[in-house]
C-alpha cells in the first residue's frame, strides 16, 4: 500500500513557476514508475510526465516538454514536478500517481491512467493570464 500526498499548487501569472512535491509512504518507492497527470474542469485526466524508478528515464506529453521537468528522490520517498513557463491552458488538478503494472518504460503504458494504482488527492494549479 502506498499513500501519495502532493503539494505545492497555487496560483501563478502566465510565465511564472512552481514546484509540485509527492511525498509517498511505504518502504518500496523504488520499486514504483512515478507518474504526474492533471485534469482540467469538464476534461478528462491526463498524462503530464513520468519517471523510471531509479530516475535514468523520463518521458513528457509533447505540450509541456521544454518547460516542465519530472524528478525524484528515492532516499526521500518523493517525486517533484518543476514547472517554467507556465500557461493558462496549464490551469488544472495536479495529480501524482505510482504504479508496479509498467515493465517497460514506454508512453503507450505510461499515459495510461488505468496502469497507475495508487493517486494522490490532487493540488490546484491556476495560471493567470
Known amino acids: 500500500q502506498v499513500q501519495l500526498v502532493e503539494s505545492g499548487g497555487g496560483l501563478v501569472q502566465a510565465g511564472g513557476s512552481l514546484r509540485l512535491s509527492c511525498a509517498a509512504s511505504?518502504?518500496?518507492?523504488?520499486?514504483?514508475?512515478m507518474g504526474w497527470f492533471r485534469q482540467a474542469p469538464g476534461r478528462e485526466r491526463v498524462f503530464v510526465a513520468a519517471i523510471s524508478w531509479s530516475g535514468a528515464s523520463t518521458d513528457y506529453t509533447d505540450s509541456v516538454k521544454g518547460r516542465f521537468t519530472i524528478s525524484r528522490d528515492n532516499a526521500k520517498n518523493t517525486v517533484y514536478l518543476q514547472m517554467n513557463s507556465l500557461k493558462p491552458k496549464d490551469t488544472a488538478v495536479y495529480y501524482c500517481?505510482?504504479?508496479?503494472?509498467?515493465?517497460?518504460?514506454?508512453?503507450?503504458?505510461?499515459?495510461?491512467?488505468?496502469?497507475?494504482?495508487?493517486w494522490g488527492q490532487g493540488t490546484q494549479v491556476t495560471v493567470s493570464s
Open positions: 500517481a505510482a504504479t508496479s503494472a509498467v515493465t517497460a518504460f514506454y508512453r503507450p503504458a505510461l499515459e495510461r491512467a488505468n496502469n497507475y494504482v495508487y
Open positions: 511505504g518502504r518500496t518507492f523504488s520499486s514504483y514508475v
